[in-house]
């Protein structure tokens, strides 16, 4: 899984690419948010165009990084699903939870 990290306008885009599922990558995205969060950055998008996969583990990965923002008084917005990712979100019911945007410039749009 790889993260590329791009400040636009009022939010921070996380564009990741890859495989979604765990192991060394939920650390890195938990240790990620924490410092975006102490720099005061609370407004995320979450570009998932390249994820190719998402596993059980990188659901997990998806609901902490909610929870943490929502903990925060921030917000985490997920735009560009594949459409096996968003089938898998569909079946956990998660796409009802997760605030969800066919594009990245939507996403930030709705942050203004």
Do not use: R, W
Not at 52 to 70: P, Q
Request: with cysteine; glycine share 8%.
């Amino acid at each position: 899984m790889n993260l590329k990290i791009q400040e636009k306008y009022n939010a921070v885009v996380l564009e990741l690419s890859g495989k979604l599922m765990g192991g060394p990558f939920m650390q890195e995205m938990n240790e990620t948010l924490h410092k975006l969060i102490d720099e005061g950055k609370k407004n995320i998008v979450v570009d998932m165009s390249g994820v190719s996969l998402v596993t059980s583990s990188g659901i997990g990965i998806m609901i902490s990084a909610y929870t943490t923002m929502k903990n925060a008084g921030g917000s985490i917005k997920f735009c560009q699903f594949s459409d096996k990712v968003h089938g898998v979100l569909s079946i956990t019911k998660l796409d009802s939870v997760f605030d969800y945007f066919e594009s990245v410039d939507e996403a930030l749009k709705s942050y203004e």
